[in-house]
């Protein structure tokens, strides 16, 4: 069983920076593909960027990219989103996801695949 346990949300002004983590428990990561989602207020939970588990190999949505940086560092169990220049539209509350053997695109554009879900942090844009 795996636990995911997000930090480093919070209140941020447009154009600013976020650093998420995600710490995960009871297993390690290398076989897992490691995700961030997110859900704003009356929208459907949607694939942010999606790493691969056992090297560098990544997924961002076209909307992130430039942005937005996934990374992982299996040896501490940790996986990280940093955030820059972030808008209003990225407001919401942002989900780890772990899924076994999936590739990246697949973790990211399809939740059905994915087996863990962190509790979530929210993410707040505004002046």
């Known amino acids: 069983q795996l636990q995911l346990v997000e930090s480093g949300g919070g209140l941020v002004q447009p154009g600013g920076t976020l650093k998420l983590s995600c710490a995960a428990h009871?297993?390690?990561?290398?076989?897992?593909?490691m995700g961030w989602f997110r859900q704003a207020p009356g929208k459907e939970r949607e694939g942010v960027s999606c790493i691969r588990g056992n090297d560098e190999n990544t997924y961002y949505v076209d909307s992130m990219k430039g942005r937005f940086t996934i990374s992982r560092d299996n040896a501490k169990n940790m996986t990280y989103l940093q955030m820059n220049n972030l808008k209003p539209e990225d407001t919401a509350v942002y989900y780890c996801a772990a899924g076994v053997g999936v590739a990246p695109m697949s973790l990211c554009r399809f939740a059905g695949v994915v087996d863990y879900w962190g509790q979530g942090t929210q993410v707040t844009v505004s002046s």
């Open positions: 009871g297993s390690t990561l290398n076989y897992y593909a």
